[in-house]
């Protein structure tokens, strides 16, 4: 058995047919899919505000950034609500998923590297492949996947901007 300091838990969830992994350490929590209160001239993959214990989340549909086709929601469709390290900072963001499955271990040495497929992809978004059960679980450096928008997003996480 791997010692404990060789295996990190992931929190597993499908967008589709594909199977995707996020740190068990930003998921604050999963919650049933509600519709977001939607906010005007957002980005598609954006698709509003959701109350979370008192503080305004920005829901993304990870399908949509991905650029997978829209999410369509089913009774399995969940929110994962992640708190993701910026910097000094955490940004709290509610990543749509069709499924969660389970919070597993990965041993280190399991996760391999993007694979290069010869031509330009981008890839960055990708912490690592695990091979499971014949398939592979993708996963998401979330802070690489919203590094352009996290400045954006912060300031959707500040709520609406109150008059002088």
């Not at 305004?56 to 993701?84: A, C, E, F, Q, Y």
């Not at 679980?137 to 109150?162: C, H, T, W, Y």
């Amino acid at each position: 058995m791997a010692s404990p300091s060789t295996q990190t838990q992931y929190v597993t969830f499908s967008l589709g047919e594909e199977v995707f992994a996020v740190p068990v350490d930003v998921v604050r929590e999963i919650l049933d899919h509600e519709d977001a209160f939607k906010i005007p001239h957002g980005p598609d993959y954006l698709l509003g505000l959701r109350d979370v214990r008192g503080q305004g989340v920005p829901v993304i549909d990870l399908r949509l950034r991905l650029g997978m086709s829209k999410t369509i929601k089913t009774p399995h469709t969940r929110i994962l609500v992640l708190d993701i390290p910026f910097g000094e900072k955490a940004l709290a963001l509610g990543l749509v998923a069709d499924k969660v499955f389970e919070v597993t271990p990965f041993n280190l040495d399991q996760i391999e590297t993007a694979p290069d497929i010869g031509i330009r992809w981008n890839s960055s978004y990708i912490a690592g492949v695990v091979r499971r059960e014949g398939d592979f679980v993708v996963i998401i450096d979330l802070a690489q996947l919203f590094s352009g928008e996290a400045s954006d997003l912060a300031k959707v996480n500040a709520g609406p901007m109150r008059a002088a």
